[in-house]
């Protein structure tokens, strides 16, 4: 069942999400947390550096946070939608519109069904040319991760 979104207002960075599952580290994977997001029904699974017993105990609860990822090359489509691809898995491409700029950092944040930090990587890219409300999409690096801030 996809549950509505919660209305309180937060920091536009933070991630609202529930914890589904979390994965040890495996000699081939690094530590993974997978999170479900209000209005979607996404199952997305993130790097994590966060104790995992923590995690654990927030198993099936709503929590905030913050997701990470680099962006290989940003664009500026002309149609699309608010999403983080594939739906279930490991991001690989991020669509949606910046909700903030960092030009100090060459950070862009993105609204794709989450808030979504990408550090900008393409040679020649720089956040100061992105605006706020512009729709963008990206591919990202490997190693998309989740920064667990606090539980609600």
């Known amino acids: 069942m996809i549950h509505?979104?919660?209305t309180t207002q937060i920091d536009p960075t933070l991630a609202r999400g529930t914890i589904v599952e979390v994965n040890d580290a495996t000699a081939?994977?690094?530590?993974q947390v997978v999170l479900s997001f209000p209005n979607n029904s996404y199952r997305a699974a993130f790097e994590t550096n966060d104790d995992l017993g923590v995690l654990r105990s927030h198993l099936g609860e709503m929590i905030l946070g913050r997701?990470?990822?680099?962006?290989r090359r940003m664009d500026r489509p002309l149609a699309g939608g608010?999403?983080?691809?594939?739906?279930?898995?490991?991001?690989?491409?991020?669509m949606g519109t910046v909700i903030a700029t960092d030009p100090v950092a060459n950070v862009?944040?993105?609204?794709a069904g989450a808030p979504v930090?990408?550090?900008?990587?393409?040679?020649?890219?720089?956040?100061?040319?992105?605006?706020?409300?512009?729709?963008?999409?990206?591919?990202?690096?490997?190693?998309?991760?989740?920064?667990?801030?606090?539980?609600?």
Do not use: M, W, Y
């Open 4 to 6: 509505p979104a919660p």
């Open 28 to 31: 081939t994977k690094p530590a």
């Open 67 to 71: 997701i990470f990822a680099t962006a």
């Open 82 to 94: 608010r999403r983080l691809d594939p739906c279930f898995g490991t991001p690989t491409r991020v």
């Open 108 to 111: 862009v944040v993105v609204d």
């Open 117 to 152: 930090i990408l550090t900008l990587s393409a040679p020649g890219q720089h956040a100061k040319a992105f605006a706020d409300a512009e729709f963008v999409v990206c591919d990202v690096a490997p190693g998309a991760r989740f920064s667990l801030v606090s539980s609600n």
